[in-house]
Each structure stands twice: as C-alpha cells, then as structure tokens.
C-alpha cells in the first residue's frame, strides 16, 4: 500500500506524528507538505493528495488540518475521491467498509495524536466490504460523473 500524506500549519505536527506512525508499520508513503513554519492554503495540499489518489499513483490518503473539514470538502470536489472526517473508531471503520473512502481527514485542533494514530490503524486495516453498501458507492460515483467532467 502507498500513502499520500499532506497538511497544512495547522496540523503539521500532527501529520509529522503519523508520518512516524506510518513508519512503525513499514507503509510507503510521501508528503505533499506543508513543511515547518509553511505557510500554506489547505485547498492546495488536499487538490494535489486528491488527484494522486484519483489518477491510481496512491492507494489512500491522509491529510490533516485544523478541523478536517476543509480538507474533505476539498478533497472530495476531485471526481473518483472519497474523503471521510473520522473522529471515533467506528467512523473510521464505516469509512472503509460502507464508503470505500481512499482518504481519511483528521483535525489536529480537535483530536490527540494517540486517537488519530487509532483512527488510521483501523481505517488501514480495513477494505471496501461491499455488500448492501455497493450499491451506495456506485451511486455516489454515478453522481460524480453526472457533475463533474475530468
């Protein structure tokens, strides 16, 4: 598996603590920034990670703001990409097995970094489980494609 990480100043700290995280376990992966002390617009970080992940050069993606919103909502304006804002367990989990999402946002400002490592574990551990939530997921690609053109 090979990861996309990226973040913005307000969860560098955060994105560097999972990018050791991601070390321990032996995942690939390369940050798309933001670097110490950058200043940077999250809608950059989250276009560049998104449109890694939808051209196939990533499996999934971590990206990590203040909140995680704005990262998701940008992320998820990129045709094919699924990006999820999981603050407990079983939203990660969901992320995965109901939503098939590649990319999994998290907030520096709202949850600690023992958590978001949690978090990540679970998301990485888990695939697409299909079933009753296939039908979901291809409708939300058929929206995609009904709106956007690439």
């Known amino acids: 598996m090979k990861i996309a990480i ?13 990018m050791k995280y991601l070390d321990t376990l032996g995942i690939e992966y390369d940050d798309f920034g933001a670097g110490a002390g950058d200043v940077v ?6 276009e560049a990670v998104a449109l890694a992940v939808a051209d196939g050069k990533y499996d999934r993606a971590i990206l990590t ?11 998820n304006k990129v045709p094919g990409v699924r990006a999820a804002v999981c603050h407990d367990v ?5 992320a995965r097995k109901s939503n098939d999402a590649q990319v999994i946002c998290f907030g520096e400002r709202v949850i ?15 695939d697409f489980a299909g079933g009753g939530s296939a039908p979901k997921v291809a409708k939300i690609n058929e929206i995609d494609k009904k709106y956007h053109s690439r």
């Open 90 to 94: 079983f939203s990660a989990e969901r």
């Open 112 to 126: 600690g970094v023992e958590l978001a490592k949690s978090l990540l574990k679970v998301w990485l551990e888990c």
């Open 41 to 46: 617009l999250y809608p950059d970080v989250a």
């Open 65 to 75: 703001c203040g909140t995680g919103i704005g990262m998701s909502i940008t992320a």
């Open 6 to 18: 990226g973040c913005d100043e307000a969860a560098y700290n955060l994105k560097v603590e999972l």
